[in-house]
C-alpha cells in the first residue's frame, strides 16, 4: 500500500524515483519491528541499491506531522532538495472486534507526498505537546520487548490486540485542546479566524464535532472523510490533506490549519500558508 502510494506521488510530482534525497515513513504502526518500514518501500520503489537514506518516525496518528517537522528541518539545513513521506496503516491487522469501542471507527489507508525545499508552500508554526499520564488509554503492547511469546504465548496473543479508551481519550485531549490551540495559533501569528481550511486528524465522530464547533464556522471549514474511511491512524491528516489539495478547498495565499492528537497522548498541529 505504501509503495503504490509512493509511486503516485512520485507520478503527481514529475519525479523520478532515484531524485529523492530521504524517504521517510510515518506509519502508526509498522509492517514489522525490524527493519522499519521505510526500508522495505524503498526496495519495493526498485531503489534498494541506491544509498538513499529511508527511516521511519512514529508518533503514532500524528506521525505524518513527525516527519513533516524532520523533512523541513533537513530542507532548512540544506540537507535535502527533495523528500518522500509515506503513511500506510492496516488498522484491521490488530483490531479486537469483540470490542466495538476500540475497533469499529478504524479504516486501513495508504498515502504519501512528494516534498521540495523550493516548493510554493510554507508552514508557519508547527507544534507537537505530549501528556503521558493518558498513554494507558491507547495500547497496542505486542511487537516491542516487553511482552515475550517465551513468557507465555496467551498474555503475548493478548497483547496484540489494540486496547482503547475512547472516552477517556476524548476527555484528555478536548480540555488540553484550546489552550494548545492558543499555543500553535501564537507560533504562527495568526487567529483562528483567519483559517480558511481546518485538515484534522479523523479521530472519531465526536472528536471531529468538537472541533466544528471549536472553530468559527467550523462545518463549512472542516475536510471530514470520517463516515466513508473511518480513522486511518496516520493516514487519516495527509489523507484529509490530499482531499484539500485535490478538491480545491486549498487555494494561494490562504492557511490551512493541520490538527490532531494521538496514543501518547499528544496533541499537535501545524499552520500552513498554501
Known sequence: MAAQAATTALKDAGWAAHSVDVIVGACGVMEQPIPGTAPLVQRRLGLGSSGITAYDVNATCLSFLLALDHVLSGFALGRWQRALVFTADIASAALDFDNPDASVIFGDGASAFALAADGPHQCLALRLETYADGAGLCCLEAG???????????????????????????????????????????????????ISTVIPHQASGPALEHLKRFVPNGHKKTIDLFAEHGNQIATSLPHALHVARTTNRLRTGERALLVGSSAGISLGGAVLQW
Not at 481519550?169 to 495568526?190: E, I, S, W, Y
Open 144 to 194: 516491542g520487548t516487553r511482552l515475550r511469546p517465551a513468557d507465555g504465548m496467551d498474555q503475548f496473543m493478548d497483547g496484540a490486540r489494540f486496547r482503547m479508551d475512547g472516552p477517556g481519550v476524548f476527555r484528555a485531549t478536548a480540555r488540553r485542546f484550546p489552550k494548545f490551540m492558543d499555543r500553535l495559533l501564537g507560533a504562527a501569528n495568526t487567529r483562528l479566524e483567519a
